[in-house]
């Protein structure tokens, strides 16, 4: 009786196994070119969605709280601050620099939130299309296609653009919104 030998089959698995990992971990590909998933596009792109799938009733609760507490004084208001910025923190703290997190929250943070809970808007985004600058690596601009519910229940789309800076990896300098074709103000003048 002879014996067979399985050493061509382990070297025939050995080697599909090795190609089917090859083929997993390599960069996709887009019209014959490679990408590389860009860590800024990825973190503006988180920014985008947790800014304006809106309102955001977490956050809202805690900054409502923390707003119409009178006395600043009492311990209460202090926790409180403490569970706003902590939520805030574990929210948008790892993609901002410390100084283009300031910024963002004082200028953008609660913004589209606020004004889509005051007016009884609903916003959710539908795609986000980020762009870097050739020249100037750490710019982006972006593009959002946003849905949104009025508060009489008709559905609309929204095309909201801005820019944004990178200066350290995964990390944003600044954040801007240029132009929600008038939405802001459309949410400001319902929800008087």
Do not use: W
């Not at 809106?54 to 609760?61: N, R, S």
């Not at 993609?95 to 300031?102: H, Q, R, S």
């Amino acid at each position: 009786m002879v014996k067979r030998q399985k050493k061509p089959v382990f070297v025939f698995i050995g080697s599909l196994f090795s190609l089917l990992l090859v083929a997993c971990t390599a960069n996709h590909t887009k019209n014959g070119e490679q990408l590389v998933q860009d860590p800024n596009r990825q973190t503006i792109e988180n920014v985008l969605q947790q800014l304006l799938n809106a309102p955001d009733e977490e956050l809202l609760t805690e900054y409502y709280y923390v707003t119409h507490t009178v006395d600043e004084k009492t311990e209460t208001t202090s926790s409180a601050t403490d569970k706003l910025n902590n939520l805030l923190e574990e929210r948008f703290g790892d993609f901002f620099t410390k100084t283009g997190y300031e910024k963002f929250i004082d200028e953008l943070g609660f913004k589209y939130s606020i004004e889509a809970e005051s007016s009884e808007y609903q916003l959710m985004v539908n795609g986000i299309d980020v762009t870097q600058d050739k020249d100037a690596s750490q710019h982006y601009v972006f593009k959002v296609h946003l849905v949104y519910t009025t508060d009489e229940g008709e559905e609309k789309t929204a095309l909201v653009t801005g820019k944004a800076e990178s200066r350290e990896k995964g990390k944003l300098s600044s954040i801007e919104i240029k132009d929600d074709e008038g939405l802001e103000q459309e949410m400001i003048e319902n929800g008087q």
